[in-house]
Nanobody, 126 residues
Framework: QVQLVESGGDMVQPGGSLRLSCAVS????????MAWFRQAPGKEREGIAC??????KYGDAAEGRFFISRVTMQNAAYLQIYNMKPEDTAVYYC?????????????????????WGQGTQVTVSS
């Protein structure tokens, strides 16, 4: 059974940092592309970043403050966020698609993904 479980969401002050985790079970990361999305209240879900065996992609939302990584031995993906802003407040989701070797040009479309986690809430507020 495939499961993606996000964790690490929290309330942080503007300028702070946060590291989100996505624990994967049911498949190994080697053959899957992993991505992070977020959805703010009243807004559409947007792609932040994708990572795979062969490439890494960042969307406009990343703004040079978001960094995606993965540790295959841990079968987990991560999203490091720096210099956080109130507009980063959202539910953050990890997603997976595969088997595939790359993120592909359509990585930012949530229709591309086979599996989703339940999301973790991130709130940026003073």
């Amino acid at each position: 059974q495939v499961q993606l479980v996000e964790s690490g969401g929290d309330m942080v002050q503007p300028g702070g940092s946060l590291r989100l985790s996505c624990a994967v079970s049911g498949f190994t990361l080697d053959n899957y592309a992993m991505a992070w999305f977020r959805q703010a209240p009243g807004k559409e879900r947007e792609g932040i970043a994708c990572i795979s065996t062969t490439d890494g992609k960042y969307g406009d939302a990343a703004e040079g403050r978001f960094f995606i990584s993965r540790v295959t031995m841990q079968n987990a993906a991560y999203l490091q966020i720096y210099n956080m802003k109130p507009e980063d407040t959202a539910v953050y989701y990890c997603a997976a698609r595969g088997p595939t070797m790359g993120c592909g040009p359509q990585w930012v479309s949530d229709n591309e993904y086979d599996y989703w986690g339940q999301g973790t809430q991130v709130t940026v507020s003073s």
